[in-house]
């Protein structure tokens, strides 16, 4: 008897007797053409193949758990495959139930495991809305795992529309305004009202530093620090005489000379803010006299003599320094400073004069370069600043001021060569010990060249926009596909590396910080990460869209793919955006 004549004798005695599923001739299998290990977000298909069944009537129910046992909605349950998008990370049950007409039911379950569980991070998105939006910049933290394409809308809290007034003695007193929202935002909102009036769209908490204009020469008003309660709805100010803050008085001097023409200036630390909060600023007399007004706090006193003094700016910076009552007798007495004279040149990386180069000669830290008496006795010592600026002529000759020699104090200094625009030379720094007075032969280095390949994740050279962004700005080019990119930059320094593939689904952004640059580099491959798409709406709390709001995407801890900023866009008209994450299993190359 043929095969073909014992399946249909089969057919009829499992027709006419009942079926015995484990004696069926027919198996089912499930398949997942992309692997049974995937990302949260990517599409899933399952396929279904039952053996030998060509011809014959096959109808199929499907069903799909998910990690928290909850059967997912499938657009179709009954073709020979289905598709899902798993939105969770963890072990997905597919089950599979296969009727074969005439034979009976047929059961398949297999596991899809679906990544991220174990690379899950918080990243800190910093969100700054447009000025017409009203609402400030805040932060708000996302968990972001490998999947393909994850969603997230982000909801602006609801700003409070604070009026600000502020007068003196009942008449209105123009002031600047920073609003920050920690004690030492790096990002703070700037604004000024002509008029002392007007409104600030603030958060909860938001501290607000005003400051006011000063009301008559030597009459200033000291800045002061307010706080948006949550029930505040206004910041009306009115100074008068006992507000205006604490008068500090006292003289400059040295070798018991009045210095004239030093500006002086108190920094406080408010006690209850942790905001630092500057004293007006005062100028001494012929007599050395100064007085200035400062708000309580712990205190830090800086004094900048005037340039044809040739003295160091002075800084008393002590934990023990503290305003907290008027006070007057102050006295600053800068000690004597040893000095040099300076002169020389600066040639390029030929030995050619280098005309038109501004060289700049610098000293964060001078010795005890004086002292603060109070009149209780206390005596704070003060350490020294000193910079100066040098211009090259024709023959590559440094001056100041027209003068071919400059007097500055001994100490070790900074000398930043900084070369005209359009040199092929690179700006150059070296340290200088002055210890005595001498000539100096100063050579600005060539500028290196940082050459490469941007590959996407299929190493395929792709085009990009690539950006070195140093100490002095950033340098741009473009990253061609058929020869890459090229970029002549300062030698000498770090650089933050950014790069962004042109077409976005070639790769997320690569971004390397602190990549040193002392001589000619290769950084081919460059390689993008794979990437998680991350994308969804800039909404108010009423559901209105927030357009042209910068959102940048931060990961700072230890385990991130990449430290530091990951990826930066505009929300578009509807107020949508779409970042590109870098996944944690391929992070790029680094260079």
């Not at 599923?21 to 399952?46: C, F, I, K, R, W």
């Not at 009202?193 to 009301?215: H, K, N, R, Y």
Request: charged share 20%; proline share 7%.
């Amino acid at each position: 008897m043929s095969r073909g004549l014992c399946l249909l004798a089969f057919a009829a005695l499992f027709a006419g007797c009942g079926y015995d599923a484990n004696s069926s001739p027919y198996s089912l299998e499930l398949v997942v053409p992309g692997g049974s290990q995937v990302d949260v977000g990517a599409t899933v298909t399952v396929e279904a193949i039952v053996s030998d069944a060509s011809g014959l009537l096959v109808t199929y129910s499907w069903q799909v758990v998910d990690p928290q046992k909850t059967s997912l909605e499938l657009s179709s349950k009954s073709g020979q495959s289905i598709t899902f998008v798993p939105t969770k990370a963890g072990s997905y049950r597919v089950t599979c139930d296969a009727q074969v007409e005439g034979f009976g039911l047929r059961t398949k379950s297999i596991a899809i495991e679906v990544g991220g569980a174990g690379a899950q991070l918080t990243y800190r998105a910093r969100i700054t809305p447009p000025p017409p939006a009203g609402v400030p910049p805040f932060d708000a933290n996302v968990t972001i795992g490998d999947g393909v394409a994850l969603s997230h809308d982000f909801t602006a809290g609801d700003p409070r529309r604070v009026t600000l007034a502020v007068s003196y003695g009942g008449e209105a007193l123009p002031a600047h305004v920073s609003v920050l929202l920690t004690p030492d935002d790096p990002r703070p909102q700037r604004r000024y009202f002509p008029t002392g009036q007007g409104s600030l769209s603030l958060v909860s908490g938001a501290m607000v530093v005003v400051m006011p204009e000063d009301i008559a020469p030597g009459a200033g008003i000291a800045p002061l620090v307010r706080t948006v309660s949550a029930a505040g709805s206004a910041i009306d100010v009115d100074f008068d005489a006992s507000s205006m803050g604490l008068w500090v008085k006292g003289t400059i001097e040295r070798a018991g000379a009045a210095i004239d023409g030093a500006t002086v200036t108190l920094r406080t630390i408010d006690s209850a803010t942790k905001v630092t909060l500057p004293s007006t600023v005062a100028t001494t007399d012929s007599q050395g006299r100064y007085q200035l007004r400062a708000r309580a706090g712990q205190a830090r006193l800086l004094v900048v003599p005037p340039t044809t003094s040739q003295l160091p700016m002075a800084e008393v910076a002590n934990a023990k320094l503290d305003v907290s009552a008027a006070a007057s007798g102050w006295t600053f007495r800068y000690n004597a400073v040893s000095s040099a004279e300076l002169g020389g040149k600066v040639v390029d990386d030929d030995g050619k004069p280098l005309a038109g180069a501004t060289v700049v000669l610098s000293a964060q830290s001078i010795g005890d370069v004086g002292e603060l008496e109070l009149p209780g006795g206390q005596i704070f010592s003060a350490s020294g600043r000193y910079r100066v600026v040098l211009s090259s002529d024709a023959s590559g000759a440094l001056s100041a001021a027209g003068k071919p020699l400059v007097t500055v104090p001994r100490g070790t200094y900074t000398v930043e060569i900084v070369p005209p625009v359009g040199a092929n030379s690179s700006i150059t720094l070296q340290e200088l010990v002055v210890d005595g007075s001498k000539t100096l032969s100063l050579a600005a280095a060539r500028k290196a060249i940082v050459k490469g390949i941007v590959r996407g994740v299929d190493e395929r050279a792709v085009a990009a926009r690539v950006e070195l962004r140093g100490p002095y700005g950033p340098v741009v080019g473009l990253a061609q596909a058929d020869k890459g990119f090229e970029l002549a930059v300062d030698r000498g320094f770090a650089y933050t590396l950014a790069v962004r593939p042109l077409d976005a689904s070639l790769g997320a952004p690569l971004w390397q910080p602190a990549l040193l640059v002392d001589g000619d580099k290769s950084l081919d491959p460059l390689k993008l990460p794979r990437a998680t798409q991350l994308s969804g709406a800039l909404r108010e709390s009423s559901g209105a869209a927030i357009p042209g709001a910068l959102i940048q995407l931060y990961c700072e801890q230890p385990t991130c793919p990449r430290q530091g900023l990951v990826d930066q866009t505009r929300t578009d008209s509807a107020g949508r955006y779409v970042l590109r994450v870098p996944r944690s299993e391929s992070a790029g190359t680094t260079p």
